[in-house]
Every structure is written in C-alpha cells, then in structure tokens.
C-alpha cells in the first residue's frame, strides 16, 4: 500500500547519501551480497515457495557472479528478482550505487507505437516524434529482450514500464544492444537519426509525459494539477466523474475523509446517472482508507440500481488504486473501462529496503500482500470489459478515448430473471466456500451473496443473485456465477469466480 512512498524515498536517498556508494567489489564480496539476498528473500517474501522454485531462484542469482563489471552483476541479480513476477520487489535504478544515466526525454507505448511525450529544452524538436529503433534494435525487438530485466507482475506493467527502461543505459547494455557511454541512438520513424545525450535523473523527474486524463477533464479540459484525489459534475451527461491518484491526505486539498463526505453529498443531491471513478493513474496510499468511500459507492447502486458504475483502468493501475478497482469490482455492477491493470487481485503489496551489506545496493521486496478476493485467485491482472486503444493522435487532440467509449455504451442494462419465492427460501443461509464465509440473505424480495472482511484482507464481496437457469445463479458482476442444488441441505455447491472454480468443502 506505501509501496510508492518508500521508493520516492528510496529515490531520493540514493541521490543524496554518497557514502552508500560501494565499487569494484571482489567476486567473494558479491558473493557474500548474493547468499545475503537469497536468506533475506526467503524469509520476507510472502509464500516464496508457492511463487517459484528454490533451486531456480538461486541458480538465477548465482549466475550472476560470472558477469565481469559490477553493472552487469547488478542486472542479473534484477533479472532473477524477475522471476517472481512481482513489482514491488526489484532493484530502483536511479541509486548511486548503480550510476546509471538516463535520457531527458519521456516517451509512451501508445496503441500506435512509441513517440516521445515530453523533453528537455535541449530536445525540444523530438516531442511528437515516434521512435522505431533505439541503438539499432526496433522498439519490440528490444522489448522483448529486456523483458527479464524489468520489473512487474505481468506484461501490461512491463509494457508501461518499458519506456523509461530502454532509455537507461545499463538495461539497455543488459538487453545486448551497443554499450553507449554518453548518449543513445534514436531512430525516428521519419527515418532521421538523433543521438540523444544523457543525463541526471533529477532533470528526467522535471519532465512529464501529460498523458491525456491525467489531472486534467476529459470533458472540459480543467486542470487539477497536484491534486491527489478530484471530481467533476457534467450536468448535461447527468454524469459525476472521480480520479484517484493517491490514497491518502492531500496536503494542497482537503482530507480524504472530507472528499468523501463531499461526492456523497454529490451523489444525494445532484442529477446524477452515470458514476467514473478513474483509476488510470494512480498507485499509492492507505488501502485502509478505502472502505468509507467503497461502502458509499456500493450502498447508492443497491437504493438506484438504475445508475451505472465506470472504472478506468490503464496499465499504471496499481497498489492501493489496483485495490480500490478491485473492491469495487467485487461489490458492486461496475464496467471496467481501459486496459489491463499493472497488477491483480492478490498481488499488491507493502515492501521494505533490503541494503546488500558490501555494495551497497538497495533492493526493495514485498512482505506482506493485502488480498482483495479469493486465496485461489492468482490473477497477475484485472481486465476491463471494454477495452481502450489509446493512441497518439488521442494524445496529441487531447481526446480522450475513455470518455468517449463511456458515453457511447447504452444506458439501459439488460434485465435478469429475479428468484422465485421457493429458491429465496432454500438458498438463504451461511456456506463455508473456499475459506471464506459466505452469507446469502434476503432484502425486500431480492437475494444477495456477501462475503466480509477478514483479518489481514481488504477481500470482501456483495452482488445481487438472480435466476440463470440449468441450476445456476447469475450476479451482478462480471463473469461471476454461483452453482446449487436445491435436493441438498446445503444447496450452494461452489462459485465460477471468472475462469477459477472455488468449491464447497
């Protein structure tokens, strides 16, 4: 949940406490690093022997040791971090530790390739420019090489990631293109070619990509710069749109919990049909925080279930956004809206800084992950039911493909068979289903399945029940159904929770 936090932390420690700076170790130095990581791996990272084999872990990491510069050991070292298939545990590359220059340029993998988003003043004249080779290697070619060196739960992340990586010289020499100790080599899709110098991390975070929606109105174009949390009423779509970016206290707007209060005062007073709640670019904060506002949510669809619920999605949903997307996803009738997120149900975590006692590196790794569904649920992502090509010539129009897809879906949803009299009576009860109790109860004729919160779980679960036919209820969200048998005593026989089956003992 402070996942981010700690590695602007991380990040800023690493560019001001030279003394951690440790170089030209011996091969018994890093290997003294190495059986460091490998015990305090072990022993931090949650379920470590249901994620990956032991044996290929360490084999992974002692490879690294025939590497011969120190850049090298340090790759290898992420590259078998790589196999756990977690973000947040990995090794930050701005550390002096690691002296690894950058490009004063942002760029982003749009539907329609990579073009460069924002510059330095020098690089000016790149912004707009669409890159196909970077030293010599085409964009996807290249991606594919450095795809083991990069962090992430799974591909979406990675694809979101890549931009920044392949403009750091020590992933791009671990991919094996031509080392380029001052400047890389872009190739433009116009055919010229540009030799980019590098430069300081600190003049590649003034620079920023202004991705379309991001603090910004993708309907009137306002402007919520700094903001953590915002929202806009549009009157004439009757339509109340919410963007989080962070899960905690806005120093320069109001407390969170008084932001809440205020889209509830929204929600009671206003012409409201539609509900966004825009996920795309956040990741941080307080998943504690969540539960007034999910609540909220979920309570004003139960008394106007006529209203439909939006979520936006993109591959930089993660941490305590990916949880909120989830929470909501599982309560209430919500359409998600974008991408695939940067990470799952179950694999948003809290990390903690491991420091390797001689070089110096600083190694983040998760130790505890915050659950927002079932255990067997090993989705690595959450996919939207209406996928969004997100193009350049979005971005350069500043239209916002999003908001469109959103106000084109009909506004009537389709109609569900309700239970009969006879299966609302039989059904009513408690069910113990793959671990977690599962309370089915009746509220002026309708049937719901609900699911609370555990300890050490934001997992909790609500959604209306409705006649599907051949033994079968059909729900309020998406590829979700639960199976019975009315001639059992306990008629609820297990729940198809999207393509994972989890039973009643």
Same mark, same amino acid.
């Given at each position: 949940?402070?996942?981010?936090?700690i590695?602007?932390?991380?990040?800023?420690?690493?560019f001001t406490?030279? %003394?951690?700076?440790?170089?030209?170790l011996?091969?018994?130095?890093?290997?003294?690093?190495?059986?460091f990581?490998?015990?305090?791996?072990?022993k931090?990272?949650p379920?470590?022997?249901?994620?990956?084999s032991e044996?290929?872990?360490?084999s =992974?990491?002692e490879?690294?040791?025939? =590497?011969?510069?120190?850049?090298?050991?340090?790759?290898e070292? =992420?590259?078998?971090?790589?196999?756990l298939e977690?973000?947040?545990t990995?090794?930050y #590359?701005f550390?002096?530790?690691?002296d690894?220059?950058?490009?004063?340029?942002?760029?982003?993998?749009?539907?329609?390739?990579?073009?460069?988003?924002?510059?330095?003043? %020098?690089?000016?004249p790149?912004?707009?420019?669409?890159i196909?080779?970077? $030293?010599?290697?085409?964009?996807?070619?290249?991606?594919?090489?450095?795809?083991?060196?990069?962090p !992430?739960?799974?591909?979406?992340?990675?694809?979101?990631?890549?931009?920044m990586?392949s403009?750091?010289?020590?992933?791009?020499?671990?991919a094996?293109?031509?080392?380029?100790?001052?400047y890389?080599?872009?190739?433009l899709?116009?055919?010229?070619?540009?030799?980019v110098?590098f430069?300081?991390v600190?003049?590649?975070?003034?620079?920023?990509?202004?991705?379309?929606?991001?603090r910004?109105?993708?309907?009137?174009g306002?402007?919520f710069? !700094?903001?953590?949390?915002?929202?806009?009423?549009?009157?004439?779509?009757?339509?109340?749109?919410?963007?989080f970016?962070?899960?905690?206290?806005?120093?320069?707007?109001?407390?969170?919990?008084?932001?809440?209060k205020?889209i509830?005062?929204?929600?009671?007073?206003?012409?409201?049909?539609?509900?966004i709640v825009?996920?795309?670019?956040?990741?941080? !904060?307080?998943?504690?925080?969540l539960?007034p506002?999910?609540?909220?949510?979920?309570?004003?669809?139960?008394?106007?279930?006529?209203?439909a619920?939006f979520?936006?999605?993109?591959r %930089?949903t993660?941490g305590?956004?990916a949880?909120?997307?989830?929470?909501?996803?599982?309560n209430?009738?919500a359409?998600?809206?974008?991408?695939?997120?940067?990470?799952?149900?179950?694999?948003?975590?809290d990390?903690?800084?491991?420091?390797?006692?001689?070089?110096?590196?600083?190694?983040?790794?998760?130790?505890?992950?915050?659950?927002?569904?079932?255990?067997?649920?090993v989705?690595?992502?959450?996919?939207?039911?209406?996928?969004?090509a997100?193009?350049?010539?979005?971005h350069k129009?500043?239209?916002? #493909?999003?908001?469109n897809?959103?106000?084109?879906m009909?506004?009537e949803?389709?109609?569900?068979?309700?239970?009969?009299?006879?299966?609302?009576?039989?059904?009513?009860?408690?069910?113990?289903?793959?671990?977690q109790?599962?309370?089915?109860?009746?509220?002026?004729g309708?049937v719901?399945?609900?699911?609370?919160r555990?300890?050490?779980?934001?997992?909790?679960l609500?959604?209306?029940?409705?006649d599907g036919g051949?033994?079968?209820?059909?729900?309020?969200? $998406?590829?979700?159904?639960?199976?019975?048998?009315? $001639?059992?005593?306990?008629?609820?026989?297990?729940? =198809?929770?999207?393509?994972?089956?989890?039973?009643?003992?």
């Open positions: 949940m402070f996942r981010t936090l590695l602007l932390l991380l990040s800023i420690q690493f406490l030279k %003394a951690q700076v440790k170089r030209d011996t091969k018994s130095q890093w290997k003294e690093d190495i059986n990581l490998k015990t305090q791996i072990k931090t990272f379920d470590f022997d249901d994620r990956i044996t290929a872990f360490d =992974q990491l490879a690294s040791l025939n =590497q011969e510069s120190s850049t090298e050991i340090v790759l070292i =992420q590259r078998a971090l790589g196999l977690d973000e947040g990995s090794i #590359p550390q002096k530790a690691f690894s220059p950058v490009l004063p340029i942002k760029s982003y993998w749009f539907s329609d390739g990579m073009y460069i988003c924002d510059a330095n003043e %020098a690089n000016q790149l912004i707009g420019k669409k196909v080779r970077i $030293n010599g290697e085409t964009v996807e070619n290249l991606f594919e090489k450095m795809k083991p060196y990069l !992430g739960d799974n591909l979406s992340y990675k694809k979101y990631a890549f931009p990586y403009q750091i010289s020590a992933w791009l020499t671990a094996g293109t031509e080392s380029m100790e001052k890389i080599t872009l190739e899709e116009n055919g010229e070619s540009i030799n110098p430069e300081t600190s003049e590649y975070i003034k620079i920023k990509r202004n991705l379309v929606g991001n910004e109105s993708g309907f009137t306002k402007k710069e !700094g903001s953590y949390y915002w929202k806009e009423y549009i009157p004439e779509h009757k339509l109340l749109t919410i963007q970016l962070r899960i905690i206290n806005d120093p320069s707007g109001i407390p969170f919990k008084q932001f809440v205020e509830s005062n929204d929600l009671n007073e206003k012409d409201i049909e539609r509900i825009d996920n795309r670019f956040g990741g941080g !904060g307080n998943g504690f925080k539960k506002f999910t609540d909220l949510i979920k309570n004003h669809l139960i008394s106007y279930p006529e209203k619920l979520i936006f999605t993109s %930089a993660k305590t956004i949880e909120l997307t989830s929470i909501l996803a599982n209430t009738p359409i998600l809206v974008g991408e695939n997120t940067g990470e799952g149900a179950n694999s948003v975590g990390i903690k800084k491991i420091e390797l006692p001689n070089s110096g590196i600083n190694v983040s790794v998760t130790h505890t992950l915050w659950k927002t569904s079932w255990d067997k649920d989705r690595n992502t959450l996919q939207p039911e209406k996928t969004i997100y193009s350049h010539e979005h129009s500043r239209q916002d #493909p999003w908001y897809a959103t106000l084109s009909p506004e949803k389709p109609s569900k068979a309700l239970l009969s009299s006879e299966m609302r009576q039989k059904l009513v009860g408690s069910y113990s289903i793959g671990g109790k599962m309370t089915i109860y009746e509220d002026n309708k719901y399945a609900t699911v609370k555990a300890i050490k779980s934001f997992f909790e609500h959604t209306q029940l409705y051949a033994n079968r209820l059909s729900t309020d969200l $998406n590829d979700v159904f639960i199976f019975y048998d009315m $001639n059992g005593n306990r008629p609820i026989l297990s729940v =198809q929770w999207k393509e994972i089956l989890i039973e009643n003992p």
